[in-house]
């Protein structure tokens, strides 16, 4: 599944002269934890090597990202509104979202998005590790 998932990454880093001759300017990845990496389309190459990590060279830099801790990519700037450890969405990371994940814990019932979110720990799970994690991301560990 996982060399699939790459694989459509390579795909879409493909695509990227297209799009740069089609105005945008970035290519964007967007990691698992909402963070992002960009690259000027300018010049743009993307190598891969053994389906887990892609070179990425441009007009300016060269940088190897691990494609395992890429969510998606795509063309143009990404504000991410929510990062890793904001589990109610608010744009912070505090006690309230500790509390949402006890809500889920406990047996509460939240939308898709909120229980993507409460996984912190990307396990496919949300129990007392994530709780653990979201305290660890409070107290700057």
């Given at each position: ?14 695509a ?20 992002t ?7 743009l190459v ?15 830099t060269s ?6 801790d ?25 006690i ?9 814990v ?5 939308d898709a ?20 994690a ?8």
């Open positions: 599944m996982r060399k699939l998932s790459y694989l459509l990454l390579m795909l879409a880093a493909c990227a002269l297209t799009a740069h001759a089609a105005g945008e300017q970035t290519l964007t990845f967007v990691k698992t934890d909402g963070s990496i960009a690259f000027s389309t300018s010049g993307i190598t891969y090597d053994d389906y887990a990590h892609a070179v990425v060279t441009n007009d300016e940088a190897t990202v691990d494609l395992i890429v969510d998606y990519m795509c063309y143009g700037d990404v504000e991410p509104s929510v990062f890793k450890g904001d589990v109610n969405g608010d744009g912070e990371i505090n309230a979202d500790i509390n949402v994940i006890i809500g889920i406990l047996g509460g019932m939240v998005d909120t229980l993507s979110r409460a996984d912190v720990k990307s396990d496919g799970e949300v129990n007392i590790a994530d709780i653990n979201v305290i660890a991301l409070i107290l700057g560990q």
